[in-house]
Nanobody, 127 residues
Framework: QVQLAESGGGLVQAGGSLRLSCAAS????????MGWFRQAPGKEREFVAA????????LYADSVKGRCTISRDNAKNTMYLQMNSLKPEDTAVYYC????????????????????WGKGTLVTVSS
């Protein structure tokens, strides 16, 4: 049984930084692409970033490009999201998810192919 557990959320002032972690257990972590998604209050969940099985391929939403870096450590079964220059509009519950394959296949349907999800970690950015 695959389980994903996010951590690292919290309250931060605008302009600050946070690093989120997603620890995976069960399955073979290094075989699968992973992604970060977020859901702000009153809004639908949206794509943030994804990373291929090897960590070489990455993809970012325009809203976070240049401010966030996704990475993974396959030896530790852990994925990360380094978030810098945080804005109040980054306030959301952040979820990690695992893809069914080695490469992210979202596109027009961002959650397509993501088969396991964590419970989320709350990030609050104060102005």
């Amino acid at each position: 049984q695959v389980q994903l557990a996010e951590s690292g959320g919290g309250l931060v002032q605008a302009g600050g930084s946070l690093r989120l972690s997603c620890a995976a257990s069960g399955g073979t972590f290094s075989n699968y692409a992973m992604g970060w998604f977020r859901q702000a209050p009153g809004k639908e969940r949206e794509f943030v970033a994804a990373i291929s099985w090897s960590g070489i391929g990455t993809l970012y939403a325009d809203s976070v490009k240049g401010r966030c870096t996704i990475s993974r450590d396959n030896a530790k079964n852990t994925m990360y999201l380094q978030m810098n220059s945080l804005k109040p509009e980054d306030t959301a519950v952040y979820y990690c998810a695992r893809s069914r394959g080695g490469y992210y296949s979202g596109g027009a349907s961002p959650e397509y192919g993501m088969d396991y999800w964590g419970k989320g970690t709350l990030v609050t950015v104060s102005s």
